[in-house]
Nanobody, 126 residues
């Protein structure tokens, strides 16, 4: 069983930056694409960003394109989400997730992901 542990959330003013990290417990062979989702109070969990196993391909939600960057370091078993130019509407619990299946494209639907972290709170004040 793969365990994912997020860190790096917190309170930041609008326009500021945060970097989230997610460390996973098993080797890279168990995991393929990894991603970040978020869930604001009263809303459904939504896709934010995802990255392929090699790190060569990424995908982003339109709402974060140009502001967020996903990356991974397989040697450190860690995936990152660099968040710049944060807005109050980015406030949510951010979840790290991992896919154990080989796919032709990076999945953006949450049902494609097998493992989830506990989440880290990001709050952006106006």
């Amino acid at each position: 069983q793969v365990q994912l542990v997020e860190s790096g959330g917190g309170l930041v003013q609008a326009g500021g930056s945060l970097r989230l990290s997610c460390t996973y417990s098993q080797g890279t062979s168990s995991i393929y694409a990894m991603g970040w989702f978020r869930q604001a109070p009263g809303k459904v969990r939504e896709f934010v960003a995802a990255i392929s196993r090699s790190g060569g391909s990424t995908d982003y939600a339109d709402s974060v394109k140009g502001r967020f960057t996903i990356s991974r370091d397989n040697a450190k078993k860690t995936v990152y989400l660099q968040m710049n130019s944060l807005k109050p509407e980015d406030t949510a619990v951010y979840y790290c997730t991992a896919d154990r299946s080989v796919r032709g494209v990076i999945p953006t639907g949450l049902l494609f992901y097998d493992y989830w972290g506990q989440g880290t709170q990001v709050t952006v004040s106006s």
